[in-house]
Each structure stands twice: as C-alpha cells, then as structure tokens.
C-alpha cells in the first residue's frame, strides 16, 4: 500500500488546550511514516502549539490555515 498520498482526518474542535495537541499525538501514533492527518481545531492556540509539536516531533506541518475561527493543520508524519 502506498502511503505517502493516504490523508486522515480529524475534528478536534470543542477541545481547549493542551487536549487538541494531546489528541494529535496519540492520532500521529497509529500513523505510519509518510501518511498525512488532517487536524481541525477551534483553540486559539492551536496553530502555535502544533508548530511547536511537530518541531519537537520532527513530524512536518505541511501548512495552517485559519478560517472563521477554525484551524486546520496538516501534517505528515516523519519516520
């Protein structure tokens, strides 16, 4: 199976901080290397915290997007 174009996504909004980053790394577990999530989330703090996850992690934040309130980060797992 290729991986590297398989995108997964999940809805954390509701959750305030630090569960979305929680939530991110328990769902970055059953991730195989090369395999994509998309995350949304509604925490202010979110897109500052999931840089600082993924540069901790060495996983890679393709990119953060902000619209009406709601962040969405996606991020391929490293191996």
Do not use: H
Request: glycine share 4%.
């Amino acid at each position: 199976m290729n991986t590297e174009n398989a995108t997964k996504e999940y809805d954390l909004t509701g959750l305030r901080c630090p569960m979305p980053i929680v939530r991110l790394n328990k769902i970055m577990k059953e991730l195989s290397p090369g395999e994509t999530c998309v995350v949304t989330a509604d925490d202010q703090a979110f897109c500052p915290d999931v840089e600082a996850w993924c540069n901790k992690t060495g996983n890679e934040l393709v990119e953060c997007e902000t619209a009406s309130s709601r962040f969405t980060a996606t991020i391929r797992k490293q191996s």
